[in-house]
Structure formats: structure tokens, C-alpha cells
């Protein structure tokens, strides 16, 4: 697979999706909890808890595996936008329209002399925005957090003690997305106003500023795993993958009459199949300096100035939709290989469990209801 550097690959992905290779993902269950839209969905690290979060304040709690309620409690008064689980398990933060940020335990240690209130009173407050905040995110090694805001700033914690490391004043409009890259060194911003930054952690400098052609405000950006690429949505329906260390971008995808999203943030999420079986690597080498491919991989040995991205396994994209379809990508194909179809509004949250076989996705209301689709 070759990606000339001067132009991106567009991939305009039609209505034929689903090779006999492709996933089958099934709907599984529909879950009910909550009173008003499901706005964030996340699995724990060790893949034994579902969190859902909604416009209603309530955060609930599912086992995956068989999809039973195992509790619900009201963390905000006013709605949650979004919910970072930390990457070892022990805490969950949440980002809510109250201008605050909470961290509660994830599963709080049993105590005969707690009881049901004081376990679900959050562990520390985060206080330093001035506007909803909308989107939060734990670091790798879990000690810190940062947050983006209405306010159009990004504000980096430490979780042990709650207090404000850096106040980054990253945008000229809301922050809909952050996230870091697996060493936890840098931390991205993606904005309304189009942009997408990337930031020194230690030193609070800005390293990158990413743009889009259409300057379509950015729901949506995360690392891949290698953290060499960055993956991205605006709210233009389409999807971008980017070069970190050139700054350009290599994919363009878009799939007319499928995928939607221009007026909701929807998310996207990249990620490896669940196929078990090893693959050859997907490479093109023929020697032509010009040629790009594309790899996600964490253990990927790559220099900053490669291009080269292979992976064992396919890689895939999903994204929710305002039409409320979900969509899967395979990004070496450069084509649509499922579609989803199940909601009847617009899929604002989604989640995919750490072995890939199981996909959570949330809508807006009326509907505000969480389905789960499995690979059997």
C-alpha cells in the first residue's frame, strides 16, 4: 500500500461493505439506565467493566460479558460530557456542564463501615475551569489527567494531590477532544476552531499545530498506538490520519450517504482486529522513496522521519454516525467492511473491549440507549 506525500489518499468508501473477511459483529443487547443521552462509554483496561455516562449526571456500570447493571450512581448534578477510565483500573474521572472535573474510585474497596453514599463521594474535585468541561483523560501511567474545555483552555492535573500542574491556553474555540500519547510526554487538544495541538507535558509548549482543508471544527483526535499518527475527525464527515512528525496527512476517508456527522461530535476509533490468526505484513517495498504504508502498532520499530506503517493484524476504524449507523473501516483494504445498524438517533459514544470483540455505542435521545454488539 503506497501514499504519495504530496497528495493524501482519499478513500471514498461506497455501500459495499462486508467481505466474506470481514467482521461480524452482531447485536448482542440493548441497555437501559439512563434518563437522558448516553455521552460517554468506556471499558476498563482488564476488560471486566463497562462504564456508561450520561446527559442525566448518572454514571452506570455493566458487565460486559453478560451485560447485567451491576450499579448506578448520580456523580453530577448537571451532565457529563465524557469519562476516562485510568489505565490500571483503580480510577475513573468524569467531565461535566458544572465546570468540574470528579475522580472516584472505579470499584471502591469494600468497607463494613461505608456506606453506599460515602463510596460514590468522588476521591478529589478538580476545580479550575471556568465553562463546561467537555472532554478528560487519564495519562498512561495514570498519575495525571488533563481536561478541555468550553473555555477554550486544557488544563493538566496531578491526580494524587488535585491540584493544576499546567494551564494550557490552547485554543480560540471549545476543546472537544485531549488524549496522550503512550509515553504519556505529550498531550493533544483538538478544537472547534479546526486545530489540533500537540503539547510538551513538562514544559507546556506547544510542539505541532495540525490544520484540516475545510477548517472544520475537530470532534475528535487520538494517538495511534505507535503515537507516529494521529487519527482525527471534523465535522465535515470526515476522517484524517496524520503524520505526526511531518505534519501532513495520509489518509482522507470519507464515505457519502454512510457516514454523517456534522452538527455532533460522533467518535472514531482506531484499532486492531480481533482476528486471531498472525498476517503477513502489509507493505509495499518497492523501494520508492515516495511510497508511504501505514502500521498502528505500539512495537512498531519506526524512526520519527518513516512513514512506514505494517501491522500483523488489520487495522480498523470505527465511528458512529448521525444517521445512526455504526461504521468499520479496514484501513489496508481502503474500504467499509461492516455497517451497523440498530439506533434510530445519532451515536455519540462508543467503546471497543480491549480484545476487540466487543463493541459498546451510545445514542442521543430519544433513543439514549446502549447497544452491544459482539463477534461470536
Known amino acids: 500500500m503506497a501514499i504519495s506525500p504530496t497528495s493524501p ?25 439512563h434518563k437522558r443521552a448516553v455521552t460517554a462509554l468506556r471499558f476498563s483496561n482488564d476488560g471486566q467493566t463497562l462504564v456508561s455516562a450520561g446527559a442525566d449526571g448518572w454514571l452506570h456500570y455493566w458487565d460486559p460479558e453478560t451485560g447485567d447493571h451491576i450499579r448506578g450512581f448520580k456523580a453530577h448534578k448537571t451532565g457529563i460530557n465524557d469519562i476516562s477510565i485510568s489505565p490500571d483500573s483503580l480510577y475513573i474521572s468524569t467531565a461535566s456542564d458544572d465546570s468540574t472535573a470528579l475522580i472516584h474510585y472505579l470499584n471502591p474497596p469494600p468497607s463494613p463501615s461505608t456506606s453506599i453514599a ?20 487519564f495519562s498512561p501511567k495514570s498519575n495525571l489527567i488533563v481536561t478541555g474545555s468550553y473555555d477554550e483552555s486544557a488544563i493538566i492535573w496531578d491526580v494524587r494531590k488535585g491540584k493544576i500542574l499546567r494551564n494550557l491556553p490552547a485554543h480560540a474555540d471549545a476543546i472537544w477532544c485531549v488524549g496522550w500519547d503512550n509515553e504519556g510526554a505529550m498531550v493533544l487538544t483538538a478544537s472547534s476552531d479546526g486545530l489540533i495541538r500537540l503539547w510538551d507535558v513538562n514544559t507546556g509548549q506547544c510542539l505541532k499545530t495540525l490544520d484540516n482543508d475545510t477548517n472544520s471544527p475537530v470532534s475528535y483526535a487520538s494517538f495511534t498506538p505507535s503515537s507516529y499518527f494521529l487519527l482525527s475527525s471534523t465535522l465535515s464527515s470526515t476522517l484524517r490520519i496524520y503524520n505526526i512528525h511531518t505534519s501532513k496527512v495520509l489518509k482522507t476517508i470519507q464515505s457519502p450517504g454512510l457516514y454523517l456527522s456534522e452538527k455532533f461530535p460522533c467518535p472514531a476509533i482506531i484499532f486492531n482486529s480481533p482476528n486471531q490468526e498472525e498476517k503477513m505484513e502489509i507493505n509495499n517495498n518497492n523501494n520508492n522513496n515516495n511510497d508511504q504504508s501505514i502500521s498502528i502498532n505500539d512495537n512498531h520499530q519506526n524512526n520519527q522521519n518513516s512513514n512506514s506503517i505494517a501491522s500483523k493484524k488489520d487495522t480498523w476504524i470505527i465511528s458512529g454516525s448521525e444517521n445512526g449507523k455504526i461504521i468499520i473501516w479496514d484501513l489496508q483494504l481502503k474500504s467499509v467492511i461492516q455497517i451497523l445498524e440498530g439506533h434510530n438517533s445519532t451515536v455519540v459514544a462508543l467503546a471497543v473491549h480491549p480484545n476487540g470483540r466487543l463493541i459498546a455505542s451510545g445514542t442521543l435521545e430519544p433513543e439514549k440507549s446502549i447497544k452491544l454488539w459482539r463477534i461470536d
Open 118 to 137: 460515602d463510596q460514590n463521594e468522588p476521591l478529589r474535585t478538580l476545580i479550575g475551569h471556568t465553562a463546561p468541561v467537555l472532554t478528560i483523560a
Open 9 to 33: 489518499e482519499v478513500i471514498q468508501a461506497n455501500a459495499e461493505a462486508g467481505p466474506s473477511s470481514g467482521p461480524k459483529y452482531i447485536l448482542s443487547q440493548t441497555l437501559s439506565a
